[in-house]
Protein backbone atom coordinates (compact mmCIF):
# COMPACT_ATOMS: atom_id res chain seq x y z
CA UNK A 1 0.00 0.00 0.00
CA UNK A 2 2.87 2.18 0.88
CA UNK A 3 4.57 1.71 -3.00
CA UNK A 4 0.62 2.62 -3.74
CA UNK A 5 0.53 5.97 -2.34
CA UNK A 6 4.24 6.90 -3.13
CA UNK A 7 2.79 6.56 -6.74
CA UNK A 8 -0.08 8.59 -6.26
CA UNK A 9 1.98 11.66 -4.84
CA UNK A 10 4.38 11.38 -7.52
CA UNK A 11 1.46 12.01 -9.97
CA UNK A 12 -0.23 14.21 -8.31
CA UNK A 13 -0.43 17.92 -9.60
CA UNK A 14 1.06 20.39 -7.25
CA UNK A 15 -0.84 21.81 -4.42
CA UNK A 16 -3.42 24.54 -6.47
CA UNK A 17 -3.00 23.61 -9.46
CA UNK A 18 -6.16 22.04 -11.42
CA UNK A 19 -6.30 18.27 -11.37
CA UNK A 20 -5.18 16.66 -14.43
CA UNK A 21 -6.83 13.00 -14.11
CA UNK A 22 -9.66 12.79 -16.38
CA UNK A 23 -7.68 14.08 -19.81
CA UNK A 24 -4.93 12.20 -18.48
CA UNK A 25 -7.26 9.00 -18.71
CA UNK A 26 -8.89 9.77 -22.23
CA UNK A 27 -5.40 7.97 -24.23
CA UNK A 28 -5.68 5.06 -21.71
CA UNK A 29 -9.46 4.73 -21.70
CA UNK A 30 -9.59 4.70 -25.48
CA UNK A 31 -7.12 2.10 -25.52
CA UNK A 32 -9.15 -0.19 -23.31
CA UNK A 33 -11.99 0.32 -25.61
CA UNK A 34 -10.33 -0.57 -28.45
CA UNK A 35 -8.97 -3.88 -26.77
CA UNK A 36 -12.17 -4.79 -26.05
CA UNK A 37 -13.79 -4.13 -29.71
CA UNK A 38 -10.25 -6.43 -30.43
CA UNK A 39 -11.69 -8.95 -27.57
CA UNK A 40 -15.48 -8.95 -28.86
CA UNK A 41 -14.03 -9.79 -32.26
CA UNK A 42 -12.14 -12.66 -31.36
CA UNK A 43 -14.90 -14.11 -28.99
CA UNK A 44 -16.99 -13.77 -32.18
CA UNK A 45 -14.41 -15.75 -34.56
CA UNK A 46 -13.67 -17.97 -31.61
CA UNK A 47 -16.93 -18.39 -29.52
CA UNK A 48 -15.51 -21.32 -27.19
CA UNK A 49 -13.08 -18.43 -26.09
CA UNK A 50 -14.84 -15.87 -23.49
CA UNK A 51 -14.18 -12.45 -24.27
CA UNK A 52 -13.03 -11.39 -20.96
CA UNK A 53 -10.00 -14.36 -21.10
CA UNK A 54 -9.19 -12.41 -24.46
CA UNK A 55 -9.46 -9.09 -22.70
CA UNK A 56 -6.92 -9.97 -20.27
CA UNK A 57 -3.83 -11.83 -22.85
CA UNK A 58 -4.73 -8.89 -25.39
CA UNK A 59 -3.75 -6.50 -22.23
CA UNK A 60 -0.96 -8.56 -21.57
CA UNK A 61 0.36 -8.69 -24.94
CA UNK A 62 -0.25 -4.88 -25.77
CA UNK A 63 2.15 -4.69 -22.50
CA UNK A 64 4.72 -6.52 -23.91
CA UNK A 65 4.19 -6.00 -27.92
CA UNK A 66 7.07 -3.73 -29.87
CA UNK A 67 5.86 -0.19 -30.65
CA UNK A 68 3.14 -0.74 -28.71
CA UNK A 69 4.34 -1.18 -24.99
CA UNK A 70 5.55 2.67 -24.62
CA UNK A 71 2.40 3.58 -25.57
CA UNK A 72 0.60 1.46 -22.88
CA UNK A 73 2.81 1.78 -20.10
CA UNK A 74 3.19 5.73 -20.79
CA UNK A 75 0.31 7.96 -22.15
CA UNK A 76 -1.87 5.40 -21.61
CA UNK A 77 -0.51 4.01 -18.12
CA UNK A 78 -3.28 6.55 -16.38
CA UNK A 79 -6.36 5.48 -18.36
CA UNK A 80 -5.39 1.71 -18.07
CA UNK A 81 -5.03 1.62 -14.37
CA UNK A 82 -8.62 3.84 -14.37
CA UNK A 83 -9.77 1.40 -16.13
CA UNK A 84 -8.37 -1.64 -14.10
CA UNK A 85 -10.52 0.07 -10.83
CA UNK A 86 -13.58 2.36 -11.41
CA UNK A 87 -14.98 0.25 -14.09
CA UNK A 88 -13.87 -3.22 -12.20
CA UNK A 89 -15.97 -1.57 -9.40
CA UNK A 90 -19.26 -0.63 -11.17
CA UNK A 91 -18.78 -4.42 -13.57
CA UNK A 92 -19.24 -5.78 -10.30
CA UNK A 93 -22.15 -3.67 -9.02
CA UNK A 94 -23.39 -5.07 -11.95
CA UNK A 95 -22.73 -8.38 -11.54
CA UNK A 96 -25.73 -8.56 -8.98
CA UNK A 97 -27.98 -8.29 -11.46
CA UNK A 98 -27.72 -11.87 -12.43
CA UNK A 99 -28.01 -13.27 -9.32
CA UNK A 100 -31.75 -13.60 -7.41
CA UNK A 101 -32.29 -14.88 -4.05
CA UNK A 102 -34.55 -16.93 -5.15
CA UNK A 103 -32.04 -18.49 -7.43
CA UNK A 104 -30.40 -19.14 -4.59
CA UNK A 105 -32.40 -20.75 -2.49
CA UNK A 106 -34.03 -22.89 -5.27
CA UNK A 107 -30.74 -24.89 -5.28
CA UNK A 108 -31.40 -26.14 -1.82
CA UNK A 109 -29.97 -26.24 0.82
CA UNK A 110 -27.16 -29.27 0.90
CA UNK A 111 -25.79 -27.53 -2.53
CA UNK A 112 -25.99 -24.10 -0.51
CA UNK A 113 -23.81 -25.96 2.01
CA UNK A 114 -21.56 -27.92 -0.67
CA UNK A 115 -20.40 -23.98 -2.39
CA UNK A 116 -20.17 -22.36 1.06
CA UNK A 117 -17.81 -25.53 2.27
CA UNK A 118 -15.58 -25.45 -1.62
CA UNK A 119 -15.30 -21.55 -1.39
CA UNK A 120 -13.89 -21.61 2.32
CA UNK A 121 -11.74 -24.86 1.51
CA UNK A 122 -10.19 -23.17 -1.87
CA UNK A 123 -9.64 -20.06 0.01
CA UNK A 124 -8.17 -21.25 3.36
CA UNK A 125 -5.96 -23.78 1.41
CA UNK A 126 -4.73 -21.14 -1.30
CA UNK A 127 -3.93 -18.54 1.50
CA UNK A 128 -2.02 -20.89 3.34
CA UNK A 129 0.23 -22.46 0.59
CA UNK A 130 1.02 -18.75 -0.96
CA UNK A 131 2.54 -18.00 2.33
CA UNK A 132 4.14 -20.98 2.81
CA UNK A 133 6.17 -20.10 -1.04
CA UNK A 134 6.72 -16.55 -0.28
CA UNK A 135 4.91 -15.49 -2.06
CA UNK A 136 5.45 -11.49 -2.57
CA UNK A 137 2.92 -8.70 -1.21
CA UNK A 138 -1.00 -9.75 -1.51
CA UNK A 139 -0.41 -12.16 -4.18
CA UNK A 140 -1.72 -15.29 -1.99
CA UNK A 141 -4.64 -13.43 -0.54
CA UNK A 142 -5.35 -12.38 -4.48
CA UNK A 143 -4.72 -15.48 -5.79
CA UNK A 144 -7.08 -17.36 -2.95
CA UNK A 145 -9.96 -15.18 -4.08
CA UNK A 146 -9.85 -15.26 -7.65
CA UNK A 147 -10.35 -19.03 -7.48
CA UNK A 148 -12.73 -19.52 -4.73
CA UNK A 149 -15.05 -16.76 -5.93
CA UNK A 150 -15.29 -15.58 -9.12
CA UNK A 151 -11.87 -15.08 -10.83
CA UNK A 152 -10.53 -11.92 -11.99
CA UNK A 153 -13.98 -9.82 -10.71
CA UNK A 154 -13.09 -10.83 -7.60
CA UNK A 155 -9.70 -10.09 -7.49
CA UNK A 156 -10.01 -6.51 -8.71
CA UNK A 157 -12.91 -6.33 -5.89
CA UNK A 158 -10.79 -7.34 -2.61
CA UNK A 159 -7.78 -5.71 -4.14
CA UNK A 160 -10.14 -2.23 -3.66
CA UNK A 161 -9.95 -2.35 0.25
CA UNK A 162 -6.95 -4.33 0.26
CA UNK A 163 -4.70 -1.71 -1.42
CA UNK A 164 -2.76 -4.17 -3.49
CA UNK A 165 0.33 -3.32 -5.86
CA UNK A 166 -1.33 -3.27 -9.64
CA UNK A 167 1.82 -5.66 -10.39
CA UNK A 168 0.16 -8.06 -7.53
CA UNK A 169 -2.78 -7.88 -8.45
CA UNK A 170 -1.89 -8.23 -12.56
CA UNK A 171 -0.12 -11.11 -12.03
CA UNK A 172 -2.90 -12.63 -10.00
CA UNK A 173 -5.44 -11.90 -12.33
CA UNK A 174 -2.66 -13.39 -15.42
CA UNK A 175 -2.59 -16.71 -13.65
CA UNK A 176 -6.72 -17.15 -12.68
CA UNK A 177 -7.15 -16.34 -16.24
CA UNK A 178 -4.41 -18.76 -17.38
CA UNK A 179 -6.28 -21.72 -15.04
CA UNK A 180 -9.58 -21.10 -16.41
CA UNK A 181 -8.75 -21.04 -19.70
CA UNK A 182 -7.26 -24.20 -19.25
CA UNK A 183 -10.26 -25.75 -17.69
CA UNK A 184 -12.48 -24.62 -20.90
CA UNK A 185 -10.45 -27.64 -22.87
CA UNK A 186 -9.69 -29.87 -20.05
CA UNK A 187 -12.79 -30.47 -18.01
CA UNK A 188 -15.10 -31.38 -20.59
CA UNK A 189 -12.40 -34.18 -21.85
CA UNK A 190 -13.21 -35.49 -17.37
CA UNK A 191 -16.93 -35.46 -17.96
CA UNK A 192 -17.56 -39.55 -18.80
CA UNK A 193 -14.59 -40.92 -17.38
CA UNK A 194 -15.70 -39.30 -13.97
CA UNK A 195 -18.84 -40.72 -13.91
CA UNK A 196 -20.96 -37.67 -13.97
CA UNK A 197 -23.85 -37.06 -15.24
CA UNK A 198 -24.61 -33.79 -17.37
CA UNK A 199 -26.32 -32.09 -14.05
CA UNK A 200 -23.47 -33.04 -11.86
CA UNK A 201 -21.26 -31.87 -14.43
CA UNK A 202 -22.90 -28.75 -14.66
CA UNK A 203 -22.60 -28.32 -10.96
CA UNK A 204 -19.10 -29.38 -10.91
CA UNK A 205 -18.32 -26.46 -13.94
CA UNK A 206 -20.34 -24.17 -11.27
CA UNK A 207 -18.44 -24.48 -8.37
CA UNK A 208 -14.87 -25.39 -9.77
CA UNK A 209 -14.26 -23.16 -12.56
CA UNK A 210 -13.29 -19.37 -11.86
CA UNK A 211 -14.91 -16.96 -14.37
CA UNK A 212 -18.51 -16.73 -15.43
CA UNK A 213 -17.40 -16.63 -19.06
CA UNK A 214 -15.65 -19.43 -18.45
CA UNK A 215 -18.08 -21.42 -16.92
CA UNK A 216 -20.40 -20.78 -19.46
CA UNK A 217 -17.85 -21.79 -22.46
CA UNK A 218 -17.10 -25.23 -20.42
CA UNK A 219 -20.53 -26.09 -19.12
CA UNK A 220 -22.02 -26.17 -22.60
CA UNK A 221 -20.18 -28.40 -24.09
CA UNK A 222 -22.67 -31.08 -22.01
CA UNK A 223 -26.38 -29.46 -22.98
CA UNK A 224 -28.40 -27.08 -21.64
CA UNK A 225 -29.13 -29.08 -18.29
CA UNK A 226 -25.75 -28.56 -17.50
CA UNK A 227 -25.53 -25.13 -18.46
CA UNK A 228 -28.53 -24.00 -16.02
CA UNK A 229 -27.39 -25.87 -13.01
CA UNK A 230 -23.62 -24.41 -13.71
CA UNK A 231 -24.85 -21.08 -13.96
CA UNK A 232 -26.57 -20.99 -11.17
CA UNK A 233 -23.90 -22.66 -8.65
CA UNK A 234 -21.38 -20.35 -10.57
CA UNK A 235 -23.26 -17.27 -9.27
CA UNK A 236 -23.75 -18.42 -5.92
CA UNK A 237 -20.21 -18.28 -5.83
CA UNK A 238 -20.69 -15.00 -6.82
CA UNK A 239 -23.09 -13.63 -3.78
CA UNK A 240 -20.03 -15.22 -1.83
CA UNK A 241 -18.20 -11.88 -2.58
CA UNK A 242 -19.48 -9.12 -0.77
CA UNK A 243 -18.95 -11.26 2.39
CA UNK A 244 -15.15 -11.80 1.74
CA UNK A 245 -14.85 -8.19 0.88
CA UNK A 246 -16.52 -7.41 4.11
CA UNK A 247 -14.23 -9.67 6.13
CA UNK A 248 -11.10 -8.58 3.84
CA UNK A 249 -11.93 -4.76 4.64
CA UNK A 250 -12.13 -5.28 8.42
CA UNK A 251 -8.79 -7.29 8.59
CA UNK A 252 -7.08 -4.21 6.87
CA UNK A 253 -8.62 -1.83 9.40
CA UNK A 254 -7.45 -3.78 12.01
CA UNK A 255 -3.75 -3.59 10.89
CA UNK A 256 -3.81 -0.28 10.52
CA UNK A 257 -5.38 0.63 14.01
CA UNK A 258 -2.08 1.93 14.88
CA UNK A 259 -0.55 5.43 13.15
CA UNK A 260 -3.12 6.50 11.11
CA UNK A 261 -2.40 7.06 7.24
CA UNK A 262 -1.00 11.04 5.86
CA UNK A 263 -4.95 10.63 4.30
CA UNK A 264 -6.52 9.83 8.12
CA UNK A 265 -8.86 6.89 6.10
CA UNK A 266 -9.09 3.45 6.81
CA UNK A 267 -10.70 1.18 4.44
CA UNK A 268 -14.80 1.39 5.01
CA UNK A 269 -16.25 -2.16 6.83
CA UNK A 270 -18.34 -2.53 3.62
CA UNK A 271 -17.20 -0.70 0.31
CA UNK A 272 -19.81 1.23 -1.14
CA UNK A 273 -19.87 -1.02 -4.51
CA UNK A 274 -20.21 -3.81 -2.71
CA UNK A 275 -23.29 -2.63 -1.39
CA UNK A 276 -24.05 -1.38 -4.95
CA UNK A 277 -23.94 -5.28 -5.80
CA UNK A 278 -25.98 -6.32 -2.93
CA UNK A 279 -28.62 -3.56 -4.11
CA UNK A 280 -28.66 -4.82 -7.55
CA UNK A 281 -29.64 -8.38 -6.15
CA UNK A 282 -32.02 -7.34 -4.25
CA UNK A 283 -33.00 -5.35 -7.54
CA UNK A 284 -33.08 -8.41 -9.39
CA UNK A 285 -34.97 -10.38 -6.69
CA UNK A 286 -37.83 -8.03 -6.84
CA UNK A 287 -38.49 -8.48 -10.52
CA UNK A 288 -38.94 -4.89 -11.12
CA UNK A 289 -36.29 -5.24 -13.96
CA UNK A 290 -38.17 -6.44 -17.26
CA UNK A 291 -35.97 -8.71 -19.09
CA UNK A 292 -34.92 -6.61 -22.03
CA UNK A 293 -33.38 -4.04 -19.06
CA UNK A 294 -31.57 -7.70 -17.60
CA UNK A 295 -30.04 -7.99 -21.48
CA UNK A 296 -29.06 -4.11 -21.29
CA UNK A 297 -26.85 -4.74 -17.99
CA UNK A 298 -25.49 -7.95 -19.03
CA UNK A 299 -23.63 -6.35 -21.89
CA UNK A 300 -22.64 -3.15 -20.25
CA UNK A 301 -21.18 -5.53 -17.19
CA UNK A 302 -19.13 -7.37 -19.64
CA UNK A 303 -18.14 -4.47 -21.67
CA UNK A 304 -16.90 -2.96 -18.04
CA UNK A 305 -15.07 -6.04 -17.18
CA UNK A 306 -13.48 -6.89 -20.52
CA UNK A 307 -12.19 -3.51 -20.33
CA UNK A 308 -10.94 -3.66 -16.53
CA UNK A 309 -9.36 -6.32 -17.51
CA UNK A 310 -7.55 -5.79 -20.97
CA UNK A 311 -6.23 -2.52 -17.92
CA UNK A 312 -5.05 -5.12 -15.39
CA UNK A 313 -3.78 -7.24 -18.22
CA UNK A 314 -1.62 -4.67 -19.45
CA UNK A 315 -0.06 -4.09 -16.15
CA UNK A 316 1.06 -7.55 -16.45
CA UNK A 317 5.45 -7.77 -16.54
CA UNK A 318 6.40 -10.77 -17.58
CA UNK A 319 10.04 -10.89 -16.68
CA UNK A 320 8.83 -9.91 -13.23
CA UNK A 321 6.39 -12.61 -13.43
CA UNK A 322 8.99 -15.06 -14.02
CA UNK A 323 11.23 -14.40 -11.05
CA UNK A 324 8.49 -15.71 -9.40
CA UNK A 325 7.01 -18.20 -11.90
CA UNK A 326 7.87 -21.42 -10.18
CA UNK A 327 6.29 -20.55 -6.81
CA UNK A 328 3.41 -19.22 -8.74
CA UNK A 329 3.03 -21.72 -11.12
CA UNK A 330 3.14 -24.45 -8.34
CA UNK A 331 0.27 -22.11 -6.13
CA UNK A 332 -1.85 -22.14 -8.82
CA UNK A 333 -1.55 -26.07 -9.75
CA UNK A 334 -2.11 -27.11 -6.30
CA UNK A 335 -5.30 -24.51 -6.07
CA UNK A 336 -7.18 -26.03 -9.11
CA UNK A 337 -6.58 -29.35 -7.81
CA UNK A 338 -8.08 -28.71 -4.38
CA UNK A 339 -11.02 -26.77 -5.67
CA UNK A 340 -11.39 -29.63 -8.73
CA UNK A 341 -11.55 -31.92 -6.39
CA UNK A 342 -13.74 -30.62 -3.34
CA UNK A 343 -16.65 -29.46 -5.70
CA UNK A 344 -16.24 -33.11 -7.12
CA UNK A 345 -16.61 -34.60 -3.65
CA UNK A 346 -19.45 -31.83 -3.00
CA UNK A 347 -21.33 -32.58 -5.91
CA UNK A 348 -21.42 -36.38 -5.50
CA UNK A 349 -22.62 -36.01 -2.06
CA UNK A 350 -25.45 -33.19 -2.81
CA UNK A 351 -26.82 -35.01 -5.98
Request: hydrophobic letters at 55%; aromatic letters at 4%.
Amino acid sequence: MALTTARTRTNSPAAGAPPRTAPGALPGLATAAAGVAVAWVVHLLVPAVPMLTAAVVLGIAAAHAPGVRTWVRGAARPGLTLAGKRLMRIGVVLLGLKLGLDDVLGLGWATVAMVIAVVAATFAGTLWLGRRLGLRGDQPLLIATGYSICGASAIGAVSEVSGSDEEDVATSVALVTLCGTLAIAVLPLLHHPLGLDDAQFGRWVGAGVHDVGQVVATAQTAGPAALTDAVLVKLMRVALLAPLVAAVAVSVRRRRRGPVKASGKRPPLVPLFVLGFLAMVVVRTTGWVPATGLDLAAHAQELLLAAALFGLGSAVHLPSLVRTGGRVAALGLCSWVVIAGASYGGVLLTT
